[in-house]
């Protein structure tokens, strides 16, 4: 089995590419986040056509996060069981703007059974400031998050979660920890949170097989960064030890993240369970090649 998570920053806007992507790579489930439509709106036939059910829990205009799968889909679950969530479309009874936060409130969470494996799909908040009201509320989510894991579901089981966490579980994950101090993404509250899910039973898939930094999921539209590869692995897929023995592969899909059209600012995370899937470039090598021989010290004489 294939599992992949990739927060596509607009379904609509990115539907072509991911289109490309499943075809390219094949994956058995793959989680999304960062939709970006309404339930109603969700394509459901271009997936049922490329071979996949989608579950979408979406709210309009942000967020969003959904499962699309070609090995079944069973035992829903959203926002944690705690009840609908905002409508955020442009036909919302009630407009709302970005800043009417309440992570509570937003599409950030849905799960399902396939083929055997509880799989979660998140979108965590982004914290914007630390210190700032989204930031605290960014911890609140985490803490919900854990405990639907405690109360709801054990490590026993064969489980996945994954998706944008918005947050990186070491300096290793980043591409330069000094820059990035004092940031978003790195305070060690956020990292605790992340600590946390591994403390109750939660492998870190890609670090199994992949412990060498400087490889990232996420590259800032801004700058060239993603030409630097200044970027953070906030994308992850943890899982139950049930799971985490069966993995055999685990990869970032470089590639993914170029244009044209203007890509998402992520690229998907894959993990190969019980056997290699179809085998595709990722690009790395010859990226950090480049990179490195652009950015080489010169020679003085």
Not at 147 to 161: C, D, K, Q, Y
Not at 211 to 239: Q, T, V
Not at 275 to 287: D, I, M, Q, T, V
Request: aromatic letters at 8%; a negative charge.
């Amino acid at each position: 089995m294939r599992v992949a998570t990739w927060n596509v920053n607009s379904l609509k806007a990115r539907h072509e590419a991911l289109e490309r992507w499943l075809e390219r790579a094949a994956p058995d489930v793959l989680l999304v986040q960062e939709t970006k439509l309404a339930d109603d709106d969700a394509p459901e036939l271009p997936f049922r056509m490329a071979g996949y059910e989608l579950l979408h829990h979406g709210e309009g205009r942000w967020n969003g996060v959904a499962i699309a799968s070609r090995v079944g889909i069973a035992e829903p679950v959203t926002n944690f069981g705690d009840g609908p969530v905002r409508d955020s479309s442009a036909r919302a009874a009630v407009a709302l703007e970005e800043e009417d936060f309440d992570p509570f409130d937003e599409a950030r969470m849905v799960s399902a059974v396939c083929d055997g494996i509880r799989f979660v799909s998140l979108y965590a908040p982004n914290g914007r400031v630390v210190g700032s009201p989204w930031y605290e509320g960014k911890l609140r989510w985490f803490e919900r998050l854990h405990r639907w894991l405690v109360e709801t579901r054990s490590p026993n089981e064969p489980l996945i979660l994954g998706g944008d966490l918005n947050a990186t579980p070491s300096d290793e994950d980043v591409w330069d920890a000094v820059a990035a101090h004092g940031g978003t993404h790195v305070s060690p509250p956020e990292r605790e949170a992340l600590a946390r899910l591994r403390d109750w039973g939660l492998v870190d898939l890609y670090r199994l097989h992949q412990p060498a930094p400087g490889r990232f999921s996420w590259w800032d539209y801004r700058a060239g960064m993603f030409h630097r590869n200044e970027g953070m692995r906030i994308d992850l897929l943890y899982a139950t030890r049930p799971v985490a023995k069966r993995v055999v592969w685990a990869e970032i899909d470089r590639e993914a993240r170029k244009g044209p059209p203007t890509p998402s600012d992520h690229a998907p995370v894959v993990v190969d369970l019980d056997e290699p899937g179809r085998r595709f470039e990722a690009g790395w090598e010859g990226a950090l090649a480049r990179i490195a021989a652009r950015t080489r010290p010169r020679r003085t004489r």
